[in-house]
Nanobody, 113 residues
Framework: VQLVESGGGLVQAGGSLRLSCAAS????????MGWYRQAPGKQRELAAT???????NYADSVKGRFTISRDSAKNTVYLQMNSLKPEDTAVYYC????????WGGGTQVTVSS
């Protein structure tokens, strides 16, 4: 399974970004897809996940600002990030659960104050 992420970048505080992650190769039954993030000097943490039936889960720090969605036909997951804060700065990793967890290579999100 290969995961290709896109949509990261530099944005001012209060701005928005939309991340995309497309899964390909060996896809037969994805259970869940999600986004995790890792800030410098910190452990990787959950941002948001979505199951195959659309149940979502968000970290408290992003609730009300981030929205996760998926297009099952395209094996793609999205993360709409609004009202971004400097503390959202991190490398964002896509993850797909199908028998095991697969990780993308990460995309940098930098929020300037």
């Amino acid at each position: 399974v290969q995961l290709v992420e896109s949509g990261g970048g530099l944005v001012q505080a209060g701005g928005s970004l939309r991340l995309s992650c497309a899964a390909s190769g060996g896809i037969f039954s994805i259970n869940a897809m999600g986004w995790y993030r890792q800030a410098p000097g910190k452990q990787r943490e959950l941002a948001a996940t979505i199951t195959s039936v659309g149940v979502t889960n968000y970290a408290d720090s992003v609730k009300g600002r981030f929205t996760i969605s998926r297009d099952s036909a395209k094996n793609t997951v999205y993360l709409q990030m609004n009202s971004l804060k400097p503390e959202d700065t991190a490398v964002y990793y896509c993850a797909v659960d199908q028998a095991r967890r697969y990780w993308g290579g990460g995309t940098q999100v930098t929020v300037s104050s």
